[in-house]
């Protein structure tokens, strides 16, 4: 069955679910990490904000994963940041990527770490990338453990603390969205 909306063509439910989901957290979010005020007053737009960013964070570039080549035109429109959901984005994808990088240094691999997808999955951050040296590799587990972890305590919609699972696709959401959105939900068991 194929579902019609916002001009688009959609395989399945789920997959119109997923895009209602992404789209109301992206109007109703308003972004650090997306366009900008600076010093001077100017706006900074969407491409500018991401060149800005591939150049402090050059994993950021959305290569293919097979050949390691940027699309011959690539304009900066988009980035691997940007497939984190909103809310985490703009609660803690700057620290969470200066810390990286500053791993990435440390091992000398900042030049050759290559991301291959970032997702949510079953609530928590997904940041999935082509290896790490054995050098590093310890303190690039415990930085992915430490953010997928904060990412499923951080509510999917408006970033505040989660307080329960969304039931069927699992979320973490907090008591103010829970409130607003009706959704079912699990609650978080207190120890």
């Known amino acids: 069955m194929q579902i019609l909306a916002d001009s688009i063509v959609y395989a399945d439910i789920a997959q119109l679910v997923e895009y209602l989901l992404c789209k109301q957290s992206v109007e109703s979010s308003n972004l650090s990490i997306g366009s900008k005020q600076t010093k001077k007053g100017k706006i900074m737009t969407e491409i500018e904000k991401n060149k800005k960013l591939c150049g402090k964070y050059p994993f950021l570039l959305p290569r293919n994963v097979f ?41 000398d691999y900042l030049s050759e770490y290559r991301l291959v997808q970032v997702k949510e999955k079953y609530g928590s951050l997904r940041w999935y990338a082509n290896g790490i040296p054995m050098v590093i590799y310890d303190e690039y587990s415990k930085w992915e453990n430490k953010w997928e972890a904060k990412s499923s305590e951080t509510c999917f919609w408006c970033g505040e603390n989660s307080v329960a699972w969304t039931d069927g696709w699992i979320l973490p959401i907090c008591q103010n969205c829970i409130d607003e959105r009706q959704f079912p939900v699990t609650y978080f068991k207190k120890d």
């Open 67 to 107: 050949s390691d080549e940027l699309e011959e035109d690539y304009d900066y429109s988009y980035t691997w940041i940007d497939d984190m959901p909103d809310s985490w984005r703009e609660k803690f994808a700057e620290p969470m990527l200066e810390e990286l990088k500053k791993i990435l240094i440390k091992g």
